[in-house]
C-alpha cells in the first residue's frame, strides 16, 4: 500500500495523519536488532535489520515536555529518549569547554516533534525549545569535569534495561582515572517520559567491578560503541572498544569489553573482553593494530541473535603492506558473543575486490544494516585511504559484504568509488571518500539506504567537482547517499549524473554555503526526527564558520529530511548551530556536531 492510501483509511492523508505515520511510517526500519522472540513484527520487517556506531548524544528532562507513554513493542523508535513517538537527535561537542575546564566536553539533545524550529504548521523536525546541553558537572552525573576529557567523544542509544525508553551511552575516552592519565570511561545515563535522566546512571571503567582488565595509561576506554542484543538475554548489550590497550610489551594492541543488559540495566557483572588473542579469533596481537577502532552490531545470518564487526584499520599485513587494515566478525550465540568460528575479512580475502595495500586503512568505518540482498544484515566497510591509480593518494573506497544463513560472506560482495557506476563526481586525491556512514530508510524503497560521507571533498560551486584547484572550497565536504534493492546497494539504477545522490552546503535549497575546510559530513546520524515517517540524514559541519569567519570553528549541523522519493529534496533542510538550537552561543572552535548520534539499539 502507498503511505497515502493508507492514510486514507484512517480518514486523514498521511501527511497530515501523525498517530499513523507514528506507528506505520517506519515500518520497515530497524534500529541495531529486534528483541528477540518478539512476533508483533512481520518476517519482512525483522528481515531489516540494522546497526550503526553512532557518536554524540546527550541529556535532560526539559521543562514543560509532555511525552506519552510509547507503545511498549514499537520497534520503529531509533533513540526517542521520552517515548513521544519521535526520534532525537544527539550533538557531541567533545572540544566544550566547561569554565576554564578546557576540553572537558559536552552532549547536547535536541528533542524531535513535528514542528521544526519556528514553524507554524506541519514541518518536520527537532525542536531546539526541547534541548539540552549537559556536562560531567550536570548535577547527578558520576565523577566531575577535567580538562581534555572530551566527555561525548562517542556515544550510542540503546534500551539497556529493556523498557519502553531509549537509553545513551556515553564515552569519555581521556578520563584519568585514579591517577591513570587517558585511561577512559563511560556513562550511561537512563531514558524516562521526562526524556534523559542522570539518575541511577552508571559509570564504568576497567577497574569497575566484574570488569575484566584494569585501567592503563592511554587505553581510551570508550573511544567506540556499538549496541545489540548478542543473545546472552532478550536486552540490549554494549560494546565498548579501548583501541589503544597495551598487551604486554605491546602497544596500542585495542580489545572490546562487552557488557550485557539487564531488567536493571548495564552492569560489569558476567562482562567479557575480546582481543585478537581470544581464542578463536583470527591472528594475533600486534603493536599499533587498534583493534575495535570501529564498532558495527547487526544479525549478519547465522543465528537469530546479532553479530559483532570490528575495526582493526591499522592491521599489517603480509609483506610491506604496513596499516592495511582488517575486520574481524564475531558472531553471538545463546551465551553471548564469542570468539567461536568468527571470521577475519581484509582487502587480500578471496572474493574481496582489490587488494591490501600499506596505509589502506580498511576497516576504519563500519555501518551494518539490511540493503535488499537477502533476509540478513550486511556489513558496510571502508578503506578511507585507498590509493588508486595514477596520483590519486587516499581517494578512498567502500566496501559491501552480504549477509547470509552462514553469516557475512564475500560472494558477491560490491567494490564503491567515487568513479563507480552513475556517481556524481570523481575520485580525486585527499577524498577519503567513506570517512563516515550510516544506515537509514531514507523512504525510496522497504530496503536501508547508506549515506557516506566525504568530508574532504573539495568543491566548486553547487557540489560539482572543481575544475580549478586555485577557485575550490578545498576540504569543503559532501555526502553520498546509494539506495537498497533487491540487488544490494545501488550504483547503476541512477538515471542521471546530477540526480540527488549527492549533498553538499551548496546543494540547491541547502541552508548555508560550502566553504573551504568546514568538513560537511565529519559525522553522520540518521532518524525519523520529524514524523515524515521515513528516516532524516544528520550531517555534522563541525568546522562551519558562524558570521562570516568572525566565530571560526564554532560548528554546525545540516538535516535533510526524507521522502517517498529519498532524495530528501521535498522538506526544506534545516541547520542547526548552538545558539540555533537553544544551548547558548557557539563559541570559536567548540565544532558543534563532530560527533552525531540517533540510531539506537532496541
Not at 587498534?290 to 559483532?308: H, T, W, Y
Amino acid at each position: 500500500m502507498g503511505h497515502t492510501f493508507v492514510g486514507e483509511l484512517f480518514g486523514r492523508p498521511w501527511e497530515k495523519n501523525s498517530e499513523l505515520r507514528r506507528r506505520l511510517g517506519s515500518y520497515f526500519r530497524t534500529a541495531c536488532v529486534t528483541r528477540r522472540g518478539s512476533m508483533r513484527m512481520s518476517r519482512a520487517a525483522r528481515a531489516l535489520l540494522a546497526a550503526c556506531v553512532a557518536s554524540g548524544i546527550a541529556l535532560g528532562a526539559p521543562a514543560n515536555r509532555v511525552a506519552a507513554e510509547p507503545d511498549p513493542v514499537d520497534e520503529t523508535v531509533h533513540a526517542d529518549f521520552n517515548g513521544d513517538g519521535y526520534d532525537d537527535l544527539a550533538v557531541g561537542v567533545p572540544v566544550f569547554d566547561v569554565g576554564s575546564k578546557v576540553n572537558a566536553g559536552a552532549v547536547s539533545i535536541v528533542y524531535g516533534s513535528e514542528q521544526g524550529p519556528g514553524e507554524p504548521s506541519y514541518s518536520p523536525g527537532p525542536r531546539p525549545t526541547n534541548s539540552q546541553l549537559i556536562t560531567q558537572d550536570t548535577a547527578s552525573v558520576a565523577d566531575a569535569g577535567e580538562a581534555g576529557d572530551q566527555f561525548g567523544s562517542a556515544v550510542l542509544a540503546g534500551r539497556f534495561n529493556g523498557d519502553s525508553y531509549v537509553d545513551i551511552a556515553i564515552g569519555v575516552p581521556f578520563e584519568d582515572v585514579g591517577g591513570v592519565i587517558d585511561a577512559g570511561a563511560v556513562h550511561v545515563l537512563y531514558g524516562s517520559p521526562n526524556g534523559l535522566t542522570a539518575a541511577a546512571s552508571g559509570f564504568f571503567t576497567q577497574n569497575s567491578t566484574g570488569v575484566p582488565g584494569a585501567s592503563e595509561f592511554g587505553d581510551r576506554f570508550g573511544s567506540s560503541f556499538a549496541a545489540a542484543d548478542f543473545g546472552h538475554s532478550a536486552v540490549v548489550d554494549l560494546a565498548v572498544g579501548a583501541p589503544y590497550e597495551d598487551a604486554g610489551t605491546k602497544s596500542d594492541v585495542g580489545t572490546v569489553h562487552v557488557f550485557y543488559g539487564s531488567s536493571g540495566g548495564i552492569t560489569g557483572s558476567g562482562s567479557a573482553v575480546f582481543s585478537q588473542d581470544t581464542a578463536g579469533v583470527a591472528g594475533s596481537t600486534e603493536s599499533g593494530d587498534r583493534f575495535g577502532a570501529a564498532l558495527a552490531a547487526g544479525n549478519f545470518g547465522r543465528s537469530g541473535v546479532a553479530d559483532l564487526a570490528i575495526g582493526v584499520p591499522m592491521e599489517d599485513l603480509t609483506g610491506s603492506d604496513v596499516d592495511a587494515g582488517l575486520v574481524q566478525v564475531l558472531y553471538g550465540s545463546s551465551t553471548g558473543l564469542t570468539g567461536t568460528a568468527s571470521a577475519a575479512f581484509s582487502q587480500d580475502t578471496a572474493g574481496v575486490a582489490s587488494s591490501a595495500e600499506g596505509g589502506d586503512r580498511f576497516g576504519a568505518s563500519l555501518a551494518a544494516g539490511n540493503f535488499g540482498k537477502s533476509a540478513h544484515a550486511d556489513l558496510a566497510v571502508t578503506a578511507p585511504t585507498e590509493d588508486l591509480l595514477g596520483d590519486d593518494i587516499d581517494v578512498g573506497v567502500l566496501h559491501v559484504l552480504y549477509g547470509s544463513t552462514m553469516g557475512i560472506v564475500t560472494t558477491g560482495s560490491q567494490y564503491i568509488s567515487q568513479d563507480s557506476g552513475r556517481l556524481p563526481g570523481n575520485t580525486e586525491q585527499g577524498d577519503q571518500f567513506g570517512s563516515s556512514l550510516v544506515v537509514g530508510q531514507f523512504g525510496r524503497s522497504a530496503h536501508l539506504d547508506l549515506a557516506i560521507g566525504v568530508p574532504r571533498e573539495d568543491l566548486a560551486t553547487l557540489g560539482a567537482p572543481p575544475t580549478d584547484p586555485q577557485t575550490s572550497n578545498l576540504d569543503a565536504g559532501g555526502v553520498y547517499v546509494l539506495y537498497g534493492s533487491a540487488a544490494g546497494v545501488d550504483t547503476t539504477g541512477i538515471t542521471n549524473r546530477n540526480e540527488t545522490v549527492f549533498f553538499s552546503q551548496d546543494t540547491l535549497s541547502a541552508p548555508s554555503t560550502s566553504e573551504s575546510h568546514d568538513r560537511f559530513a565529519t559525522s553522520l546520524a540518521a532518524g525519523n526526527f520529524g514524523g515524515t515517517g521515513f528516516d532524516d540524514l544528520a550531517v555534522g559541519v563541525p568546522f562551519e564558520d558562524l558570521e562570516g569567519t568572525l566565530v571560526a570553528d564554532a560548528g554546525a549541523v545540516n538535516l535533510w529530511f526524507g521522502s517517498s522519493s529519498g532524495t530528501m529534496a521535498e522538506k526544506a533542510p534545516q541547520y542547526l548551530t548552538r545558539q540555533n538550537a537553544g544551548l547558548g552561543v557557539g563559541r570559536a572552535d567548540e565544532r558543534f556536531g563532530y560527533t552525531l548520534g540517533a540510531l539506537a539499539g532496541s
